[in-house]
């Protein structure tokens, strides 16, 4: 079975560009979830999507957004880089029954660098 | 507010020696999920295990084992007769039973020297 794919592995931008990343989640999965991993800083949850809706967002400008498709694919867009949006963005996708909330699996992650 | 602590930043050890790595969390919910995941070197995180609030009984997969103490709000793993192969950052998470709220803490980052 297919893990988490996320495309690009690597982006190089420069500020004030747009940026999209991409990830497709394990099959039968309908949640997705954006992270970023700056360096030093840990995770930082950014969106999670359930069934195309948002369900909620971290404590980012709104210039970090993103969307789910039907296939549960899903995509952040990144509006207006700077510098400090260098990280390492993972995905995750999980089942999310509404009841019960279920491990994340993640992807290998797309490393943004912003010049 | 929920916020999961882990104190350890860095942790050293050599081959087969055994390891402790904290996590203390906060949450008000009386419902909630925990997990650790390991992230080596090449950066993929890898799920290790779920805890749900209810079950607090320990439990062992293999050289891992992990205690749950709903009293004291910790989640502590240990890895017995570590390898270098273990060598990673390992993060403990926390999210409420509707998923509203994802937090991980800091990471810990276990070397195990040869």
């Known amino acids: 079975e297919a893990g988490v794919t996320q495309s690009p592995t690597h982006l190089i931008k420069t500020r004030g560009q747009q940026a999209t990343l991409r990830c497709s989640p394990i099959?039968?999965?309908?949640?997705v979830y954006w992270y970023q991993q700056a360096l030093g800083l840990g995770l930082q949850f950014l969106l999670w999507?359930?069934?195309?809706?948002?369900?909620n967002r971290g404590n980012f400008p709104p210039r970090f957004s993103g969307r789910q498709f039907p296939n549960y694919s899903s995509e952040l867009n990144v509006n207006a880089l700077e510098l400090e949006d260098s990280a390492l963005y993972l995905c995750?996708?999980?089942?999310?029954?509404?009841?019960?909330?279920?491990?994340?699996?993640f992807g290998p992650g797309t490393r943004l660098t912003v010049l | 507010a929920q916020k999961v602590t882990q104190a350890q930043t860095e942790i050293s050890v050599v081959e087969k020696e055994d390891v402790t790595l904290d996590c203390v969390y906060e949450?008000?919910?009386?419902?909630?999920?925990l997990f650790w995941y390991k992230q080596p070197p090449s950066g993929e995180l890898v799920f290790l295990i779920r805890?749900?609030?209810?079950?607090?009984q320990n439990e062992i997969s293999g050289r891992y084992s992990w205690n749950f103490q709903k009293s004291t709000s910790s989640f502590n793993f240990t890895i017995t007769a570590s390898q270098v192969v273990d060598s990673a950052v390992y993060f403990c998470?926390?999210?409420?039973?509707?998923?509203?709220?994802?937090?991980f803490g800091p990471g810990t980052r276990l070397s195990v020297l040869p």
């Open positions: 805890r749900n609030s209810f079950d607090e």
């Open positions: 099959s039968g999965h309908t949640s």
């Open positions: 949450t008000r919910d009386t419902t909630y999920y």
């Open positions: 995750a996708s999980s089942l999310y029954s509404g009841v019960s909330y279920n491990e994340q699996f």
């Open positions: 999507y359930d069934e195309g809706e948002e369900r």
């Open positions: 998470a926390l999210t409420p039973r509707d998923g509203q709220n994802f937090v």
